[in-house]
């Protein structure tokens, strides 16, 4: 089964979007063009949109992408145009927008595994942004969501009720999804474990929080910052290890010599993955949650790997189902059980986005967020 429409995309409506032109250049507040929902598709309105460290590897040059572009994915907002074929929608409705896409027919869709979906959609084929000359603008990680509104598929839309507020709950869309996701899906944790992170930004934060509601027995973070290693104390790691220090012996000692169970790379740091493997206890697994930069390489050794009974699992956006991970997110953060409120570092509007990008590359904040509209966010 196929998602492409034959949609030639002629009805649509100018928004203002921070368009990227090219790697490692500034973004530029443009008019662009929106194009109306095709079958299938929906309208949001971008009430808030959070800086993930994937819109700065591209920015900053370290990821291959198309440009120009618009970037932002971790977004949330209200329905405001439905397309055809969609009936479980309505105007008005408050969303968060995921970048995973499913068709939902697909042999991982029907295997329960929406982040591998192999469909076709329209929005592959001809995207819904154009610039002032006509030109195609790439739907950066098919969202778009430095912009006033975006137009996207309705998998990627996942319905939120009033408990929460929309420039916290775009958190839940990248970021915790996939921190706390990389644990409770990927992984699959068990009470009791030992467990180290690599790597304290937005990312390894939430695999922190994560291992917490696993009941894992010692959360051990490890970064170079120590802003971020006091954060994972405050979200539930149980110690915290700068970079630098003798790793091997900390973790030795923390797990009286058993080493860790699983160890979580969430940092972009090629050495970080040969670092956790000599972390690994017998039977230990390695979740590798961070994107390194284009055409990266690791060395390992497979007789130890093999020998010593290890898995080495990638974690694609936590193998998040969103519509179901999604409402459990926000049921925890309701119970007082997940810390959202206090990742959000600072918030700017639109048209302040370069001031954001700078402290969330330097180091100097968990989420910066972006707000659109104020009027949506409660």
């Known amino acids: 089964m196929t998602n492409v429409s034959s949609t030639s995309r002629t009805s649509g409506t100018t928004v203002r979007a921070a368009v990227w032109r090219e790697p490692r250049s500034t973004l530029s507040i443009e008019d662009v063009w929106l194009a109306d929902p095709a079958p299938g598709e929906v309208g949001v309105r971008v009430a808030a949109?959070?800086?993930?460290?994937?819109?700065?590897?591209?920015?900053d040059g370290h990821w291959e992408s198309p440009s120009p572009a618009v970037l932002g994915h971790e977004a949330a907002g209200m329905v405001d145009r439905i397309g055809p074929g969609v009936t479980d929608l309505s105007v008005g409705d408050r969303v968060v927008v995921t970048l995973i896409r499913s068709c939902g027919?697909?042999?991982?869709?029907?295997?329960?595994?929406?982040?591998?979906?192999s469909g076709r959609f329209a929005l592959d084929e001809?995207?819904?942004?154009?610039?002032?000359?006509?030109?195609?603008?790439?739907?950066?990680?098919?969202?778009?969501?430095?912009?006033?509104?975006?137009?996207?598929?309705?998998?990627?839309?996942?319905r939120v009720g009033p408990g929460i507020d929309l420039d916290v709950a775009a958190?839940?869309?990248c970021g915790v999804l996939t921190?706390?996701?990389?644990?409770?899906?990927?992984?699959?944790?068990i009470p009791g474990s030992f467990v180290v992170v690599l790597g304290a930004g937005g990312v390894g934060l939430n695999v922190v929080q994560g291992a917490r509601l696993a009941g894992a027995a010692e959360v051990i973070a490890v970064d170079p910052d120590q802003r971020r290693l006091d954060a994972a104390?405050?979200?539930?790691?149980?110690?915290?290890?700068?970079?630098?220090?003798?790793?091997?012996e900390e973790v030795r000692a923390v797990t009286t010599g058993e080493m860790a169970d699983y160890v979580f790379v969430a940092t972009a740091a090629v050495s970080a993955i040969e670092t956790g493997l000599e972390l690994l206890a017998r039977m230990g697994t390695l979740v590798l949650v961070g994107m390194p930069p284009s055409g990266a390489r690791v060395s390992l050794d497979p007789v130890t790997v093999a020998s010593a009974g290890q898995r080495i699992l990638g974690s694609k956006m936590g193998s998040a189902k969103p519509a179901r991970d999604i409402p459990a997110l926000i049921a925890l953060y309701g119970e007082g059980r997940l810390e959202l409120d206090g990742l959000i570092t600072a918030r700017y509007a639109l048209s302040e986005i370069e001031e954001a990008l700078g402290?969330?590359?330097?180091?100097?904040?968990?989420?910066?967020?972006?707000?659109?509209?104020?009027?949506?966010?409660a």
């Open 49 to 59: 949109t959070a800086i993930c460290g994937s819109d700065l590897a591209y920015v």
């Open 105 to 117: 027919s697909c042999r991982r869709c029907i295997a329960g595994t929406p982040v591998g979906c």
């Open 126 to 158: 001809r995207g819904p942004l154009r610039d002032a000359y006509g030109s195609e603008i790439w739907q950066g990680l098919g969202v778009a969501a430095f912009a006033e509104a975006v137009t996207v598929h309705r998998s990627q839309v996942v």
């Open 171 to 173: 958190l839940l869309s």
């Open 179 to 189: 921190g706390v996701g990389a644990v409770r899906n990927t992984a699959r944790v």
């Open 233 to 248: 104390i405050r979200l539930g790691a149980s110690a915290a290890v700068a970079v630098g220090e003798d790793l091997l």
């Open 359 to 377: 402290p969330a590359r330097g180091g100097d904040a968990l989420r910066n967020v972006i707000i659109t509209d104020e009027s949506l966010i």
